[in-house]
């Protein structure tokens, strides 16, 4: 017990119960709900088909080599063909469905292990919750999580693969 006018002692001030009795929960629980409204609005777009849609771009396999020594771009038609898939986003099955199918490419060309090794970087990498330029739906601005492209997207992104000749996604 501490006199009145006397700051409780350390081991008071520490004490769990002295914290909880002290904090006003109702207008904690207020402000925590006004923060996470506040982050809510800002991470997500007010409406999917405003969304800006870049030109889509490749890198190759990002930061993986496209292909061995000898043959230096032995499966890099599997990282661009892997790249058009995560510009154009979409559902998590369809990333899932995108990173198999890189896995199966590079298997293909005759490189089982490192396609295990390609697989486990792009699960990990390819997240679309991180700003990168190799996240799931890069072409679209961020934030773009994981969610079906509405049918505007879908014309847009056929549009834009069309518009361009040069567009790795159009073959």
């Known amino acids: 017990m501490t006199r009145k006018g006397q700051l409780p002692g350390r081991a008071v001030l520490m004490s769990p119960f002295y914290l909880a009795s002290a904090i006003n929960r109702p207008a904690l629980i207020t402000r925590w709900k006004f923060y996470l409204l506040a982050v809510c609005m800002t991470c997500t777009p007010s409406c999917s088909s405003s969304m800006e849609l870049k030109s889509f771009t490749t ?7 496209d292909g061995t020594r000898q043959q230096q771009d032995l499966w890099q038609h599997c990282c661009t063909a892997h790249d058009c898939a995560y510009w154009k986003g979409g559902t998590r099955q369809q990333r899932k469905a995108a990173d198999k199918a890189l896995k199966v490419c590079v298997a293909n060309v005759g490189q089982p292990e490192i396609a295990n090794l390609m697989l486990a970087g792009v699960k990990v990498g390819g997240t679309p919750y991180l700003p990168t330029s190799f996240r799931w739906g890069y072409g679209w601005s961020y934030p773009r999580f994981y969610g079906p492209l509405t049918g505007d997207e879908l ?10 000749a040069q567009n790795a996604c159009a073959d």
């Open 59 to 65: 890198d190759g396999c990002s930061a993986f080599p």
């Open 155 to 164: 014309k847009r992104t056929a549009r834009m693969v069309e518009r361009d």
